[in-house]
């Protein structure tokens, strides 16, 4: 596809030669991320603006980002990060460098909430935990891999964006007015129809598509969380109904790239589907099952009774592998 020749897309895939300059720099970048726990990648491409970047995320906080722009080409992170390394940006960071600011990044009160704090794991902690298991630590019993990660469908412009949305939101307000009147306890008094990013995009083995959701210690949002998901289900409906090969061809070039970099492993045994199947399945995952309340489990249940009958609930072992939440199934 031609960079000014869409109205909705999702094409991930980062152009070559930006990679290229990336590990033609950093050869010791990769190897480096996979090493360290807290660590995790986020890759992507916007045909919109011709822009490719390959960042390096501590939970839900942007440690370091490659972009290129067209013909730019620059090292950048979130704002908090550059005030404690401000010279990092500005030389060509070594992987003696990278270790240094690390630490410098471990050692700042203001970016633990963005991980790990007063030994409370964040959901940033279970996004890293999650996203490395079901990318480069894929085990040939898992039934799917991890392909993408703060996903969002593109859009040619606004207006575009506002008209494709229309019926999918007008769907999810009939539905929540459906909720309220038959729910019997109290509901938030703003309840969103519309979202951004959903945090992980799956692919099982016979090509079926995973929309995951992580919620974590939040209870409002862990209970309204099929309300989210359906609005992302609609819109991958959407795009496949639109043009299913387009969109399998864009999804499988950009996973056999993150395969050829090393970020995705594909377990002995197992292969890539060919195409993507027309199924997609939604899950909705919450850190520890322990900390779910009566409340939430009933309003939660009651929720997916009406957004999503067939979204599934899941919970993390201490290696990130996902089992079936007790207290939500």
Not at 18 to 23: Q, T, Y
Not at 77 to 105: G, H, Q, W
Not at 195 to 216: C, P, R, S, V
Not at 274 to 298: A, F, H, M, P, Y
Request: with cysteine; aromatic share 12%.
């Amino acid at each position: 596809m031609k960079e000014t020749d869409f109205t909705t897309y999702y094409d991930r895939t980062m152009d070559d030669s930006f990679i290229s300059k990336v590990l033609g720099d950093y050869p010791w970048l990769i190897k480096f991320v996979k090493k360290i726990p807290e660590l995790d990648f986020q890759t992507g491409h916007d045909p919109r603006q011709g822009r490719s970047w390959f960042s390096v995320y501590k939970g839900t906080g942007r440690v370091i980002t490659f972009v290129s722009r067209r013909n730019s080409y620059k090292i950048d992170a979130a704002d908090a990060y550059k005030r404690i390394a401000p010279t990092f940006f500005f030389e060509n960071p070594t992987e003696d460098s990278f270790v240094e600011y690390l630490s410098n990044i471990r050692e700042a009160p203001n970016l633990k909430r963005y991980y790990e704090s007063d030994n409370e794991k964040k959901e940033g902690f279970y996004q890293n935990l999650i996203g490395r298991r079901y990318t480069f630590s894929t085990k040939t019993e898992d039934d799917f891999i991890i392909i993408d990660k703060e996903m969002v469908v593109g859009f040619k412009d606004e207006a575009t964006k506002t008209s494709w949305n229309e019926d999918i939101i007008s769907n999810i307000e009939a539905l929540i007015r459906d909720l309220r009147r038959d729910y019997n306890g109290s509901l938030p008094q703003d309840i969103h129809s519309k979202y951004g990013e959903f945090d992980f995009l799956a692919m099982t083995w016979d090509g079926d598509i995973i929309i995951m959701e992580l919620k974590q210690n939040d209870p409002p949002k862990t209970y309204l969380s099929p309300i989210q998901v359906r609005f992302y289900y609609e819109q991958f409906k959407k795009l496949m109904k639109e043009d299913i090969d387009f969109l399998s061809a864009n999804i499988m070039r950009m996973v056999q790239q993150k395969i050829n970099l090393g970020i995705i492993n594909i377990p002995e045994g197992k292969s890539l589907p060919n195409k993507l199947s027309k199924k997609i399945r939604t899950c909705v995952i919450v850190g520890e099952d322990k900390k779910l309340s009566q409340t939430v489990r009933d309003r939660f249940k009651s929720v997916r009774d009406i957004f999503l009958p067939d979204m599934e609930a899941y919970t993390c072992e201490s290696d990130g592998t996902l089992i079936k939440s007790n207290k939500l199934s």
